[in-house]
T-cell receptor, first 113, second 114 residues
Framework: NAGVTQTPKFRILKIGQSMTLQCTQD?????MYWYRQDPGMGLKLIYY???????DKGEVPNGYNVSRSTTEDFPLRLELAAPSQTSVYFC????????????FGSGTRLTVV | DQQVKQNSPSLSVQEGRISILNCDYT??????FLWYKKYPAEGPTFLIS?????DKNEDGRFTVFLNKSAKHLSLHIVPSQPGDSAVYFC?????????????FGTGTRLKVLA
């Protein structure tokens, strides 16, 4: 049982480049989330999805886009990367909205130079 | 505005003793709380939860206490083991714009000394 899989684990981007962070879960969870963690800070919610075809903004959505075409996949798109997007990105999923804890992926460490 | 605060960035405890990690919140609408543990280069893993209708929840060596009047929760680990050394995050949720979202604290790094 793979759980939540994120790729890539590490990436260095140049300012202005774009990339997609991949997230896949095999637990048939409806709820999926993208968080970022900056040094010394808590996790900030970027986007979330309550099911295929439904996405919504979290606390810090600017500079990002998401899609949810299937239950399994929830990619995060960065357009025009900026140094402020240097962070560790975590994808998570949950069966129910909040009663169960989230299952997190192992993270993507992104550096924008 | 940090709605969920973990004021102790780090904590060191001797193996076998009790570890107490604290978390304060400001939003009285929060009604469900979680604790996560995070090892380096891994994602957070769910540890224990508590609903606002309870003041205590226990799971093995881990107990979470909730004091609603003080807007404070704490995680007790007894006895502490070296494998408990990790960063611990508390998270709180409330209904916002029709969905529940979690707000995370900044984390406390626990080091259990052998």
């Amino acid at each position: 049982n793979a759980g939540v899989t994120q790729t890539p684990k590490f990436r260095i981007l140049k300012i202005g480049q774009s990339m997609t962070l991949q997230c896949t879960q095999d637990m048939n969870h409806n709820y999926m989330y993208w968080y970022r963690q900056d040094p010394g800070m808590g996790l900030k919610l970027i986007y979330y999805s309550v099911g295929a075809g439904i996405t919504d903004k979290g606390e810090v959505p600017n500079g990002y886009n998401v899609s949810r075409s299937t239950t399994e996949d929830f990619p995060l798109r960065l357009e025009l990367a900026a140094p402020s997007q240097t962070s560790v990105y975590f994808c998570a999923s949950s069966l129910r909205e909040r009663v169960h804890g989230y299952t997190f992926g192992s993270g993507t460490r992104l550096t924008v130079v | 505005d940090q709605q969920v605060k973990q004021n102790s960035p780090s904590l060191s405890v001797q193996e076998g003793r009790i570890s107490i990690l604290n978390c304060d919140y400001t939003n009285s609408m929060f009604d469900y709380f979680l604790w996560y543990k995070k090892y380096p280069a891994e994602g957070p893993t769910f540890l224990i939860s508590i609903s606002s209708i309870k003041d205590k929840n226990e799971d093995g060596r881990f107990t979470v206490f909730l004091n609603k009047s003080a807007k404070h929760l704490s995680l007790h680990i007894v006895p502490s083991q070296p494998g408990d050394s990790a960063v611990y995050f508390c998270a709180a949720s409330a209904l916002t714009s029709g969905t529940y979202k979690y707000i995370f604290g900044t984390g406390t790094r626990l080091k259990v000394l052998a």
